[in-house]
């Protein structure tokens, strides 16, 4: 079930959300009872056969989680020496418990992966096909994990069974995020405030769910129209500059509207209740330089890569050749979380290594001080800090995008103009044919076949693209007049691809 299928919209939330509001008038309890059943009915409708491995997930972590909780609890009151102290540390329990959850996603996401790695580096006919992948694991996994740790650092002590099951299986997120803390989420749903209809959470809520819905289904797809083709395209053959250049951007909005849209969808329905979800977008493509970018984009994954793992191994603490590395391993596995393959692999590599360079450019110019001199190179540098980032995050999608390292190679030799950069055939042809418009459009034959016009529609909504990522607030920014004003013409063109069109997952929903 799809968020911008009828069925959710027209049946699933005015459901839930009714259900939810009648019963939590006799008690709040099966109100919530109410909404983990939503959301598991919810999780269900793709495929009822993961439901056993999400509860067993659920029921896994919040058992370790409540025996990490009495050992800290035993440490604190008890010294290493204590007779008494026999049992497990705390942190055995959460290595072990960490060590099971990967173990899980490694089984399901990269045992195919692995195998057939390793296979051929040693030139054997070994080949292990990569089975249905369950729906939303790595967002369910990594949100126990940081549970988990929270946990054993004492920052996180609510062990109510109903409200960890709510917390884990909540729908706006559970199948794609964002990916929540403990802290953030357990707190909102004991309050007495979210089991009150408000009919203006509700309103705000609906803004916020159709302007996602908008970015998705509007936007993203159109794109996804110029993007898919080309890079089709260039699995089996050479493509132009022009060509390549035009998926790799298309792609580069593509998954901009795709991902933020359902963000911006999620934080809406979590709204419609009164539950604020962490922002997960804050305009990415409007950074300077590589590491602003990793604070915009995909917010909540940058928090936990750099909480759960880069301070962990080290951050900048200890000199910038311990950095460097921290930074590579953090992308890498950052891009191996995204997908089993060496496009992810490759993708997270080139964002490490971006970071690298950054860090090492910051120090370089730290030497010119914080005076004049450093802010007026800023200042001067600044266009061409953002054109560069830009064009470093667009070569990097590339590899993101495509199904195989030999597609992404061809790809970028276009990119490069290594496969000719002249302009298609038929725009070379339609230039002189212009002279002849006063004649009569029918004299134009390149209209007729909607080539030439396909061009100019894919270069206008790419600028029409750039231009919303780059001018447009995020939608929590908005003032309520601007979102009003907005939010009509949007849910005319949005429920118009709901019902007509088909609905297409969200690209997020593979990882």
């Not at 051929?120 to 949100?143: C, Y």
């Not at 900048?316 to 191996?336: E, I, K, P, S």
């Amino acid at each position: 079930m799809l968020f911008h299928s009828p069925e959710f919209i027209f049946g699933f939330i005015p459901l839930s959300l009714l259900g939810f509001f009648l019963l939590a008038r006799h008690s709040h309890a099966l109100a919530l009872a109410w909404l983990t059943a939503a959301s598991l009915f919810f999780y269900a409708w793709w495929n009822p056969v993961w439901l056993p491995l999400l509860l067993t997930s659920i029921g896994f972590n919040f058992c370790a989680g409540h025996t990490i909780a009495e050992r800290v609890r035993h440490e604190v009151a008890h010294t290493e020496s204590s007779a008494g102290f026999a049992r497990a540390s705390s942190r055995t329990l959460l290595m072990g418990s960490i060590a099971a959850n990967i173990a899980l996603l490694v089984y399901f996401k990269y045992a195919a992966f692995a195998v057939n790695s390793l296979a051929l580096l040693a030139n054997s006919p070994v080949h292990l096909d990569a089975g249905e992948l369950p729906l939303g694991i790595s967002f369910f996994t990594f949100t126990q994990i940081a549970f988990l740790v929270d946990v054993q650092q004492r920052k996180a002590a609510d062990f109510d069974p109903l409200r960890y099951g709510l917390f884990v299986t909540y729908f706006p997120h559970l199948i794609a995020g964002p990916i929540l803390h403990h802290k953030e989420m357990m707190p909102q749903f004991a309050k007495a405030d979210i089991f009150k209809f408000s009919a203006d959470r509700l309103a705000d809520g609906s803004v916020m769910f159709i302007l996602g819905l908008f970015k998705k289904s509007v936007l993203a797809d159109a794109f996804a129209g110029y993007a898919n083709p080309a890079f089709a395209a260039a699995a089996t053959h050479d493509i132009s500059f022009f060509e390549a250049w035009g998926a790799a951007l298309s792609y580069t909005m593509q998954i901009y509207f795709d991902f933020s849209g359902y963000c911006d969808m999620a934080i809406g329905l979590a709204l419609m209740i009164g539950v604020q979800l962490p922002m997960n977008f804050h305009s990415p493509y409007k950074a300077r330089n590589i590491a602003d970018f990793w604070r915009r984009w995909h917010m909540t994954l940058s928090r936990f890569l750099r909480d759960y793992l880069y301070i962990p191994l080290g951050g900048n603490r200890r000199g910038l050749a311990r950095q460097q590395v921290n930074l590579m391993v953090t992308m890498l596995l950052g891009g191996l979380w995204h997908g089993a393959g060496w496009t992810f692999v490759i993708w997270g590599g080139l964002h490490g290594l971006y970071l690298m360079v950054f860090h090492s450019w910051q120090r370089a110019l730290g030497s010119l001080g914080s005076g004049a001199p450093g802010a007026a190179l800023q200042r001067v540098t600044a266009p061409l800090a953002w054109l560069l980032t830009f064009t470093a995050v667009v070569i990097a999608w590339v590899f993101f995008r495509s199904p195989d390292v030999h597609s992404a190679l061809s790809m970028l030799r276009g990119m490069a103009g290594l496969n000719g950069a002249l302009l298609p055939d038929q725009i070379i042809h339609f230039v002189p044919a212009l002279g002849r418009v006063a004649d009569g459009l029918g004299k134009v034959p390149y209209l007729a076949n909607g080539t030439v016009m396909g061009c100019v529609e894919m270069a206008l909504m790419l600028a029409m693209g750039l231009l919303i990522a780059l001018a447009a607030p995020t939608v929590p920014q908005l003032s309520t007049r601007w979102r009003y004003a907005l939010v009509i013409p949007c849910a005319a063109l949005a429920l118009q691809r709901v019902v007509y069109g088909q609905a297409s997952e969200f690209l997020y929903f593979q990882f």
